[in-house]
């Protein structure tokens, strides 16, 4: 098993930043994708970034030049940096991460942008 332990939401302003990190620790063996995703209320679970072992990334365009992700493969932990949010950015986000060919998700963490 994989467990994936999220860091870093909160309530901000609008034009704030946060940063969330995602550790993964337990039976791993090699990690190959890890992701962000979030889920607003009322709206489907959709890709917010993700990054691959050998560092490509993918965003969605709603957050392109705002959100920055990144791994620290040494410590398993995957980083999201969030920089001039918006409240259309508010909602719960989710790690994911991809052992070989099984997906984990994290439990989520709440991201309330609001002045």
């Known amino acids: 098993q994989v467990q994936l332990v999220e860091s870093g939401g909160g309530l901000v302003q609008p034009g704030g930043s946060l940063r969330l990190s995602c550790a993964a620790s337990?039976?791993?063996?090699?990690?190959?994708?890890m992701g962000w995703y979030r889920q607003a209320p009322g709206k489907q679970r959709e890709l917010v970034a993700a990054?691959?072992?050998?560092?490509?990334?993918d965003y969605a365009d709603s957050v392109k030049g705002r959100f920055t992700i990144s791994r620290d493969n040494a410590r398993n932990t995957v980083y999201l940096q969030m920089n001039s949010l918006k409240p259309e950015d508010t909602a719960v986000y989710y790690c994911?991460?991809?052992?070989?060919?099984?997906?984990?998700w994290g439990q989520g963490t709440q991201v309330t942008v609001s002045s």
């Open positions: 994911n991460v991809r052992v070989l060919s099984t997906y984990y």
């Open positions: 990054i691959t072992s050998g560092g490509s990334t």
């Open positions: 337990g039976n791993i063996f090699s990690i190959n994708t």
